[in-house]
């Protein structure tokens, strides 16, 4: 099993309570993914890649593995390997803040992020590592850290120019949100 896919069985499981479908699994590896590298925990990944398409970052192995499943909500992984405490807790937080998108908030979401925007105008095809590194350490930079743009009554609240918390940490964001 590849990379890309060990990742995203894990992201599926943590995720499952939130209805995945494959768009929204996706998004939801590719921030795992930029948050791994943010927090200086992807070496056990190996390696996965993401190219820009049309609807945001998609890590071709995951799209071949369901892409027979259109739009439905995917069935649980068979089995799911186990990362470290450190890469779980930080794929889990992601889970817990992204899951809550929508599939088509977190593609819209992630129409929001350099790595994507920048590779998709270059018409790159691959989204390097170095962007989603650079992007993702500055995004969950301590004391820097918002919730997603399209997260319900954030959005709502950006209409109207009401200013989103910022938290210390992306492990601070999902456990205000667990509350």
Known sequence: MS???????????????????????QKLTFYA??????????????EVHFAPWKHGPVNREVWDAHRGNA????????SVVRFSAKLTQVITDVAEVYGRLGSWEIRCESHLETPWIEAWERQQARIPDASIDAH?????????????????????????GIPSPQF????????????
């Open 168 to 179: 210390e940490s992306l492990a601070s964001m999902a456990s205000a949100l667990r509350g």
């Open 33 to 46: 993914y930029g948050a791994a590298l943010a927090h200086g925990v992807s070496g056990e990944l190996g």
């Open 136 to 160: 993702f350490r500055e995004k969950f930079r301590a004391g820097n850290v918002q919730l997603p743009a399209n997260l319900g009554a954030v959005a709502v609240g950006r209409i109207d």
């Open 3 to 25: 990379s890309a896919l060990r990742l995203a069985n894990v992201v599926h499981a943590l995720a499952a309570k939130r209805n995945v479908g494959h768009l929204k699994l």
């Open 71 to 78: 739009s439905a909500i995917l069935p649980l992984p068979a």
